[in-house]
């Protein structure tokens, strides 16, 4: 599992998290921890996305590198600075599953409304329900 850097700014009691190394991919909460607990969300489905549209992942900096960069002296100003840990998604595997098919019609008019395909919405789903059970 390889770690990826945030920063944590707070602004009249609101958290917002970043990542350097992923730009556009933000998050908040009330609290410091809860937006680290959302921004690791964020930064997964960022990732899932990236991998979906076919883009280049980047390769994680150290602090050492981004402390090299005026940009990130810039952004860390007045940030906590924290380092989650990151899971890269793997290569996407072909499976062969059955499903009841009445669930199968629902999965495929919500993957439709919510404008994914049925194996991204299934993963979506599945990413989910396995965070709650942590």
């Given at each position: 599992?390889a770690?990826?850097?945030?920063?944590?700014?707070?602004?009249?009691g609101?958290?917002?998290?970043?990542?350097?190394?992923?730009?556009?991919?933000?998050?908040?909460?009330?609290?410091?921890?809860?937006?680290?607990?959302?921004?690791?969300?964020?930064?997964?489905?960022?990732?899932?996305?990236?991998?979906?549209?076919?883009?280049?992942?980047?390769?994680?900096?150290?602090l050492?590198?981004?402390?090299?960069?005026?940009?990130?002296?810039?952004?860390?100003?007045?940030?906590?600075?924290?380092?989650l840990?990151?899971?890269?998604?793997?290569?996407?595997?072909?499976?062969?599953?059955s499903?009841?098919?009445?669930?199968?019609?629902?999965?495929?008019?919500?993957?439709?409304?919510a404008?994914?395909?049925?194996?991204?919405?299934?993963?979506?789903?599945?990413?989910?329900?396995?965070?709650?059970?942590?």
């Amino acid at each position: 599992m390889a770690t990826v850097y945030a920063l944590i700014h707070e602004e009249d009691g609101v958290f917002g998290i970043s990542f350097p190394d992923f730009p556009g991919c933000i998050s908040g909460g009330a609290t410091a921890e809860e937006a680290l607990r959302k921004g690791a969300l964020a930064l997964s489905f960022h990732v899932a996305g990236m991998v979906e549209d076919g883009e280049t992942l980047p390769v994680p900096r150290t602090l050492r590198q981004l402390q090299a960069s005026a940009s990130f002296r810039a952004d860390a100003k007045g940030a906590v600075i924290a380092l989650l840990p990151f899971d890269p998604p793997g290569k996407a595997v072909r499976l062969n599953i059955s499903l009841e098919e009445r669930l199968l019609e629902q999965v495929d008019r919500a993957a439709e409304a919510a404008g994914q395909s049925r194996s991204a919405f299934l993963s979506e789903a599945a990413r989910a329900k396995l965070q709650g059970a942590a």
